[in-house]
């Protein structure tokens, strides 16, 4: 899908290209992809590197051309592995020129255009609307941190009731999530420290930057303290199922203790040889009596010391 956008006043759509206005490509086709290459006359190599899912935020410079590699948070479908993770989005400047490129459709490109619609005032240049991607992108960071925090306390009193393998993968698949947010957002910070000299930044953009850089932070802040919650979690229900695992163990191992003795007295007089006992009638109840009784002072034992 390609879109175009007027972006001098407001934000709205037009019905061709036209210089200086806001080419919005998303999920690009042959015939988008074609548009770029031979009308805008864009590097060849620079969709191939937004193409790239795992390519790290970076700026790159050829020839006039600016590529501004933007990583944003993103959720997949509710199958995945790691249902939030990050992509890449690309911006593509030089004179006249102002392209975003995007492999996958966000909700945070959808509210973007809608909240600048609603401003109704459109930006005023290619360089403020480049921040502004930054700003909403930490913005959309947040967010999503705000669900996996959900999840992460959904998970959490799952696990209290019962502890389950399901939950136990979901709080792990979450700790993925949580360390591609992380990366990404450091790669983001480092990439608006550049921009602030690679780019012609002016008195405006130099506020809009602190807002992005606050909220830059936060958003990393945020990340941190969530990873280190569910790490802290993590390991306090791996201790718990280690606890409970030897809580078992030392059950059983109690049991086949107090059931070796009963064993051991009937083997002992179930042996072919003369014990004395064999022509008195009250030699078989001797045996079980005295099984008995010594199964049950190892019993009374063993729960003195709590371990049944």
Sequence with gaps: MRTYWNID?????????????????TCPTP???????????????FL??????????????????????????YVKEVRSRTPHTTIPLGIIL?????????????????????YQQKRNLGFTDSVDLVFRLFLSAAVWYLKRLKQINILIEEAKRNLDRKIDNEDLIGLSRLQDSLTYFITS?????????????????DELDADLIEDVTIEMNQARETTNIYTNILDSTMETYASIINNNMSGVMKQMTSVSIILMFPTLIASI????????LENTWWGFPLVIILSFSITGVFYALFRRKTWI
């Design 9 to 25: 006043h407001t934000l709205r759509t037009i019905d061709e290209w036209q210089p200086n206005c806001w080419v919005q490509v």
């Design 31 to 45: 015939d988008d992809e074609d548009f770029l290459y031979n009308t805008l006359k864009i590097p060849d190599y």
């Design 48 to 73: 191939d590197d937004i193409r790239d899912k795992d390519e790290r935020s970076r700026y790159d410079y050829d020839d006039g051309w600016s590529l501004i590699i933007l990583r944003i948070p």
């Design 94 to 114: 030089n004179k006249g020129v102002c392209i975003t490129v995007c492999n996958y459709e966000t909700n945070m490109m959808i509210d973007f255009v809608s």
């Design 185 to 201: 957002i450091r790669g983001n910070e480092t990439l608006l420290s550049k921009l602030k000299f690679k780019l012609p930044v």
């Design 269 to 276: 007089f179930g042996m072919n040889l003369i014990s004395g």
